[in-house]
């Protein structure tokens, strides 16, 4: 099955850009998703991009996608404190519909 | 955006009693909902598939007697825990697939704490 793979700990000053990585293995991957997750909350879609894209941008987010290399990431500019969360990427099949997670990476914005 | 809703938010048990959470996709039909399971500092874990009119699929290692699934309507899902543990404290996440886009929205997730 699908594997997704992301670093654990990202820390940023306020103002800063950040940039949250992420790879996966399954190349059938169609959508990737990033989500938002604050303390105690449920889950937010930030974006999501479609494989046959490179990139997209939504205001401050900017999704990158390399197929070849099966490497997505997050860019968020202008990083504000209200940004501190757990970023989850998640690859879903077209047909399967279910996602499977990478474990989240633990974005620190400093003052 | 597509709004999917969880209750209750947040539930205490004792052990041995059974607990329901509902999931309701509220501006959008859902053929297909996903039931997940967070552990702290964790990712997520996904239970099972549930999809309307038809029995759930459970992942490997989930109890499908122990995690009674019903989606009886394209706009609702329930989760049942039955005789809970305290191991079954947990964040359960459900999320809606949207038919047109094949996004999935989440639910806020039930914090169910057994005592």
């Known amino acids: 099955g699908e594997d997704v793979e992301q670093s654990l700990f990202l820390s940023v000053r306020e103002g800063d850009s950040s940039v949250i990585n992420c790879t996966y293995t399954?190349?059938?991957?169609?959508?990737l998703y990033w989500y938002k997750q604050e303390p105690g909350a449920g889950l937010q879609l930030l974006t999501y991009i479609f494989s046959n894209m490179d990139m997209k941008q939504d205001q401050r987010l900017t999704v990158l996608l390399n197929k070849k290399d099966k490497h997505l990431s997050l860019r968020i500019a202008d990083t504000q404190t209200g940004d501190s969360a757990i970023y989850f990427c998640a690859g879903a099949g077209a047909n399967a519909g279910k996602s499977t997670f990478g474990d989240g990476t633990t974005l620190t914005v400093k003052p | 955006g597509a709004v999917v809703s969880q209750h209750p938010s947040r539930v205490i048990c004792k052990s041995g009693t059974s607990v329901k959470i509902e999931c309701r996709s509220l501006d959008f039909q859902a053929t297909t909902m996903f039931w997940y399971r967070q552990f702290p500092k964790q990712s997520l874990m996904l239970m099972a598939t549930s999809n309307e009119g038809s029995k759930a699929t459970y992942e490997q290692g989930v109890e499908k007697d122990k995690f009674l699934i019903n989606h009886a309507s394209l706009t609702l899902s329930t989760l049942t825990v039955t005789s809970a543990h305290p191991e079954d404290s947990s964040f359960y996440i459900c999320?809606?697939?949207?038919?047109?886009?094949?996004?999935?929205?989440f639910g806020p997730g039930t914090r169910l704490t057994v005592l």
């Open positions: 399954d190349s059938s991957s169609t959508y």
């Open positions: 999320s809606a697939r949207e038919q047109n886009t094949d996004t999935q929205y």
